[in-house]
């Protein structure tokens, strides 16, 4: 071998054993970018990971509620439940504040309403809106306490408690629940005095039938009244209560949500 061919040998052996030569330098970058990697994904998957477990159950989602007086300044409220005048004759389980509240599109669908109202100088008043499911299971308790009869004069003279449920004014699940259902009657602006429907709010009986035959012609007229200006807002009326409206096209029809009746609460969610 010449003394060129050996140089020429001894070259290529040196470009060849440096390409596959890592400095140990380079070993350490490298370690350290896969290990910078690892701990990215895993922060990631963690973060996933306690998003979902935060994430709000679909019952207790508020965001779409509003307070009624923020839409409707001038409705009255009577909030039975928050009291304990009414059937049970005790403050109801998730009532924590003397507040109204339905879904963005009930209001509006209420203030609707209000507007026709006005102009036979009437506003309305309410005896409940949304009811959370705290509030139903409260019932349905209630309903099993055969020693509790303390209201039945006022409420329900005429029937058993098996009988209210049987009949459909109290019922295990509430379409208030869903938010877009309200109990309501109508007051003259200036005096405040009930327009005359025949019956009180929650009185379980054949008389509180929104087409009963046992109320006076008055009586009835205002109830159609009441019916066709809720109609026209895009409400619809149950058979069994001439108080009880529920928004036609309601936005969570299979939803039943548990949060409590609390206008803090709707203030911070939005």
Same mark, same amino acid.
């Given at each position: 071998?010449?003394?060129?061919?050996? $140089?020429? !040998?001894?070259? #290529?052996?040196?470009?060849?054993?440096?390409?596959?030569?890592?400095?140990?330098?380079? &070993?350490?970058?490298? @370690?350290?970018?896969?290990?910078?990697?690892?701990? =990215?994904?895993?922060?990631?998957?963690?973060?996933?990971?306690?998003?979902?477990? %935060?994430?709000?159950?679909?019952?207790?989602?508020?965001?779409?509620?509003?307070?009624?007086?923020?839409?409707?300044?001038?409705?009255?409220?009577?909030?039975?439940?928050?009291?304990?005048?009414?059937?049970? /004759?005790?403050?109801? !389980?998730?009532?924590?504040?003397?507040?109204?509240?339905?879904?963005?599109?009930?209001?509006? /669908?209420? &203030?609707?309403?209000?507007?026709?109202? &006005?102009?036979?100088?009437?506003?309305?008043? =309410?005896? !409940? @809106?949304?009811?959370?499911?705290?509030?139903?299971?409260?019932?349905?308790?209630?309903?099993?306490?055969?020693?509790?009869?303390?209201?039945?004069?006022?409420?329900?003279?005429?029937?058993?408690? #098996?009988?209210?449920?049987? $009949? /459909?004014?109290?019922?295990?699940?509430?379409?208030?629940?869903?938010?877009?259902?309200?109990?309501?009657?109508?007051?003259?602006?200036?005096?405040?005095?009930?327009?005359?429907?025949? +019956?009180?709010?929650?009185?379980?009986?054949?008389?509180?039938?929104?087409?009963? +035959?046992?109320?006076?012609?008055?009586? $009835?007229?205002?109830?159609?009244?009441?019916?066709?200006?809720? %109609?026209?807002?895009?409400?619809?009326?149950?058979?069994?209560?001439?108080?009880?409206?529920?928004?036609?096209?309601?936005?969570?029809?299979?939803?039943?949500?548990?949060?409590?009746?609390?206008?803090?609460? =709707?203030? $911070? /969610?939005?």
């Amino acid at each position: 071998m010449s003394d060129a061919d050996y $140089q020429l !040998d001894k070259e #290529e052996n040196f470009h060849s054993s440096s390409i596959g030569f890592i400095s140990p330098k380079s &070993k350490i970058i490298i @370690s350290v970018s896969i290990v910078a990697i690892f701990l =990215i994904a895993l922060i990631v998957i963690i973060l996933v990971v306690t998003l979902e477990d %935060e994430k709000i159950p679909e019952d207790m989602d508020h965001s779409d509620f509003v307070i009624v007086n923020d839409v409707i300044p001038d409705v009255l409220l009577e909030l039975r439940y928050f009291t304990s005048f009414n059937f049970v /004759g005790a403050r109801i !389980d998730g009532y924590e504040e003397p507040v109204a509240l339905l879904t963005k599109e009930a209001a509006e /669908g209420l &203030k609707k309403a209000s507007e026709r109202f &006005k102009e036979r100088d009437l506003i309305i008043k =309410i005896w !409940d @809106s949304y009811r959370p499911k705290s509030a139903v299971d409260h019932f349905v308790r209630w309903s099993k306490d055969f020693n509790d009869y303390k209201m039945k004069d006022y409420f329900f003279p005429d029937l058993t408690k #098996e009988e209210v449920f049987a $009949q /459909g004014f109290v019922a295990t699940k509430s379409g208030h629940s869903r938010g877009s259902t309200l109990d309501m009657t109508l007051v003259y602006k200036k005096n405040g005095t009930e327009l005359d429907f025949g +019956t009180g709010f929650d009185f379980f009986g054949n008389r509180s039938n929104t087409n009963s +035959t046992l109320v006076t012609e008055e009586q $009835q007229s205002n109830r159609n009244y009441l019916k066709e200006v809720m %109609e026209e807002s895009g409400f619809e009326n149950l058979p069994e209560e001439w108080w009880h409206y529920t928004l036609k096209n309601e936005p969570f029809p299979n939803t039943y949500f548990n949060f409590p009746v609390n206008a803090t609460l =709707i203030k $911070q /969610g939005n």
